[in-house]
């Protein structure tokens, strides 16, 4: 059996959607970090076996006329980037998927029961105000 991929949020990445929150709300954050991320992993999986296939995405820069503007010249037409989203369907082996999906939702029971649990911590810690 292929080891399960999980797709999980970096701590740099979450400290910065943190920071603008409360001790509590960031503590919840990390508490279901990883239920949210076995549930983003079962949905992702649901998806593929009902496709039948993975989609790709990356970020794709175009270049396109754009207007820029100078002080002495004003505005003028100049060349810009932009970005868009490419999907690219991927091959998979739907059993092994089944087999993966099948895994993750064993996983999510004991997820929630942690994400729970710490949650009740964290609301012990920083009690609401």
């Known amino acids: 059996m292929a080891p399960l991929k999980f797709v999980f ?9 943190s920071s603008c929150s ?9 508490a279901n970090s990883e ?10 999986s649901e998806r593929n076996v009902t496709r039948g296939y993975a989609v790709h995405s990356q970020t794709v820069p175009y270049t396109y006329t754009g207007s820029c503007y100078d002080y002495y010249i004003g505005s003028y ?14 091959a998979i082996d ?10 993750l939702r064993k996983m999510l029971p004991a997820a929630s ?3 729970n649990a710490a949650a ?6 920083y009690p609401a105000s």
Do not use: D
């Open 9 to 17: 949020i970096s701590p740099a990445i979450l400290a910065l959607l």
């Open 113 to 115: 029961t942690r994400a």
């Open 120 to 125: 009740e911590q964290c609301r012990a810690t």
């Open 94 to 103: 739907v059993n092994e998927e089944r087999r993966k999906l099948s895994s």
């Open 77 to 90: 037409s100049c060349p810009q980037t932009g970005y868009r989203t490419q999907e690219t369907p991927v």
């Open 22 to 30: 409360t001790p509590l709300e960031q503590c919840l954050t990390t």
């Open 35 to 44: 239920y949210y991320a076995i549930s983003s992993g079962i949905a992702e």
